[in-house]
């Protein structure tokens, strides 16, 4: 597994064009992206909108072209009570334009029926597009963990619906690596790689997950078994926020190389 790539989460909202340039220079040739851009912390960074800006599209278009680099996963897609997915048309369509090939979504709706209802509506939707769907057990939102995750993708029954495997997200939900062994390589569409302790850094999981997180090998989590339980060809995408380093005045590729350098060898052990 040596499809390395870095996730937007990482970056806090930095403009779309400056993160493929990062990507670039850290040699990984797969990125995720947000549509939408909202600071994350307070960086300096100008909000954007990919659906809204024609332009921007094209910018980064072309810098994706320059640098051969893919988006590789569409994220930030949510299911929400009383919401409807079929709002998210627009947003699929601009994914289409730049060929970015699937979508990760989560749900913060408490009902687990409706949940699965509209993940199948999204996945529906997406596939018109040419564009496939994976879903992110998160603790803490509706989609909690692996068996909820696995649930969802039975309910939905479509080879193009699978799950999002978050090292963090699944090991504090109480999942091992044998647990990864014993799911259907097919069921599994896209990793992110980070690390972190067994126990809880913050009250707020989601605060730690979206802010502070460690480098592979940094933390507890028992990654090199993780990765060999999972299929080798998947993109494995390094998700590795530092909120505090950010702050301090280090840059998004001086924060994401020492990362990226870890997840190189910690996959390369896992390889041996």
């Given amino acids: 597994m040596d499809h390395l790539g870095i996730g937007y989460l990482s970056v806090f909202g930095l403009p779309p064009v400056e993160f493929v340039e990062v990507a670039a220079a850290l040699e990984c040739r797969f990125i995720s992206m947000f549509l939408q851009g909202r600071p994350l912390a307070p960086l300096g960074y100008p909000p954007f909108s990919l659906p809204n800006d024609a332009a921007l599209r094209t910018d980064l278009d072309a810098a994706l072209r320059h640098h051969g680099v893919s988006i590789t996963l569409g994220d930030g897609f949510l299911v929400v009570p009383r919401g409807d997915v079929r709002g998210c048309a627009g947003d699929l369509d601009v994914m289409a334009e730049l060929g970015i090939p699937r979508l990760n979504v989560v749900s913060l709706d408490a009902d687990l029926g409706r949940t699965f209802d509209e993940f199948a509506v999204l996945a529906e939707l997406a596939a018109q597009r040419g564009i496939a769907t994976v879903v992110e057990p998160v603790p803490g939102l509706a989609v909690s963990d692996l ?22 997200h699944v090991s504090r939900s109480g999942s091992t690596p044998a647990d990864l062994a014993a799911i259907d390589p097919e069921h599994i569409g896209y990793v992110q790689l980070n690390d972190t302790t067994r126990r809880p850094r913050t009250p707020d999981y989601l605060e730690e997950a979206m802010y502070e997180r460690l480098a592979p090998g940094d933390g507890e989590l028992p990654l090199r078994d993780m990765i060999r339980a999972l299929p080798t060809d998947l993109v494995c ?22 990362c990226v350098e870890a997840a190189r060898r910690v996959l390369a052990e896992a390889a041996g």
Avoid: C
């Fill in 237 to 258: 995408e390094l998700e590795v926020p530092q909120r505090s380093l950010a702050l301090a005045g280090v840059s998004p590729a001086d924060r994401l190389r020492p």
């Fill in 147 to 168: 068996p909820t995750a696995l649930a969802a993708v039975r309910h939905v029954g479509r080879p193009d619906f699978r799950l999002l495997i978050d090292t963090m």
